[in-house]
């Protein structure tokens, strides 16, 4: 069964930077698109961006597109989300996903459990 675990989150400042990582078990981490989405307390869950199965090409929300960077490593089974220039609206709790990739969660088949990212002003 497809495992996934979030780490990296904290408190930061405003301006600052964080990067969060996303470990993947129990399957073939190389075959999956993964996506990254954002839930802050009282919204819908938010798609910040995702990521080719090869890693090749990344698509990115309006609302971060220029601070945030997605990248991935298939020997290590792991996913990241870098995010700079941090803002207190970015505070909420992320969640990387696996599956066909895009907007929609849906379209994802495995989830993990989250990890929180506060931005203080």
């Known amino acids: 069964q497809v495992q996934l675990v979030e780490s990296g989150g904290g408190l930061v400042q405003a301006g600052g930077s964080l990067r969060l990582s996303c470990a993947f078990s129990?399957?073939?981490?190389?075959?999956?698109?993964m996506g990254w989405f954002r839930q802050a307390p009282g919204k819908e869950r938010e798609f910040v961006g995702d990521?080719?199965?090869?890693?090749?090409?990344?698509y990115y929300a309006d609302s971060v597109k220029g601070r945030v960077s997605i990248s991935r490593d298939n020997a290590k089974n792991t996913l990241y989300l870098q995010m700079n220039s941090l803002k207190p609206e970015d505070t909420a709790l992320y969640y990387c996903a696996a599956g066909l990739a895009g907007w929609v969660a849906k379209r994802y088949d495995y989830w993990g459990q989250g990890t929180q990212v506060t931005v203080s002003s």
């Open positions: 990521i080719t199965s090869s890693g090749h090409s990344t």
């Open positions: 129990g399957g073939t981490f190389s075959s999956y698109a």
